[in-house]
Nanobody
Framework: QVQLAESGGGLVQAGDSLRLSCAAS????????LGWFRRAPGKEREFVGAVRWDDGTTYYADSVKGRFAISRDAEKNTVFLQMNSLKPEDTAIYYC??????????????????WGQGTLVAVSS
């Protein structure tokens, strides 16, 4: 089992940038997918983006494509979510998740077996 801990959330204004971090520990990440999800107030959890740990392939939701970027630091076992041009509708609790590579789409929560506690991102207009 992989343990995950998010950090970096906060209150920002529209147009600002923020970088979230997710530190992973436990088993090797070599065969893992690391994903970011968010849950806005009163809404369902939604996929934000993901990265394959082995080759760095990234995936993004259409709503964040071009504004958000995922990267990883293999030495620190950490994945980052760089969020630029933030909008009030990006306000949510952001969760980091990990799961073994499989045939399940990385865009779905079913692909992930470990979840962090979440970090709050609030964007004011």
């Amino acid at each position: 089992q992989v343990q995950l801990a998010e950090s970096g959330g906060g209150l920002v204004q529209a147009g600002d940038s923020l970088r979230l971090s997710c530190a992973a520990s436990g088993r090797t990440l070599r065969f893992q997918i690391l994903g970011w999800f968010r849950r806005a107030p009163g809404k369902e959890r939604e996929f934000v983006g993901a990265v394959r740990w082995d080759d760095g392939t990234t995936y993004y939701a259409d709503s964040v494509k071009g504004r958000f970027a995922i990267s990883r630091d293999a030495e620190k076992n950490t994945v980052f979510l760089q969020m630029n041009s933030l909008k009030p509708e990006d306000t949510a609790i952001y969760y980091c998740a990990s799961g073994l590579k499989s045939t399940i789409s990385v865009l779905t929560a079913r692909a992930y077996s470990s979840w962090g506690q979440g970090t709050l991102v609030a964007v004011s207009s």
